[in-house]
């Protein structure tokens, strides 16, 4: 406990003091990488703001639940619960949107039921592979992506899989 109350302190004290001890004007090169942080989010401003309506407009309209139901016999197949369908589809492009399905989840069953564990694992193992695509890649001007996608998807099915493994493995 007491290395972590000291870690963030020490750590500024340690750049402020290397920083004063090599000559460097500290102020300054905060202020720069200030500006340049409101430059890289006024950037990626509008497609944060598009991936966030989009899943509100999924959500809304009732099709993320239709995808849920078209998707929920091929899934039932590789052991994953219905009720986690929606969330492995909203998982790949918002977090928020995602822990908000997943306490709708943890109301129904329990987050100590196996749907909870399952849901719970697989928010620690997967990553919102197109909004993490989207502002990295938007930031650092790159636009294509050539492997970035086949890669985090199939590290997502991986995920998913050991998450459900892992449950099922704990209960």
Partial sequence: MFLSEFTVPLVIFYIVGFGLIS???VFDDFLEGAAQGMKTVVGILPTLTGL???VGILRASGLLDALAGVIKTPAAWLHIPAPLVPVIL???VSS???TGLILDIFREYGPDSL???MASVMMGSTETIFYTMSVYFMSAGIRRTRWTLPGALLATACGIAASIFLAEMTV
């Fill in 96 to 98: 928020s949107a995602a």
């Fill in 23 to 25: 000559g460097r004007p």
């Fill in 52 to 54: 966030m309506a989009a």
């Fill in 115 to 117: 749907i909870g564990i």
């Fill in 90 to 92: 909203v998982r790949m």
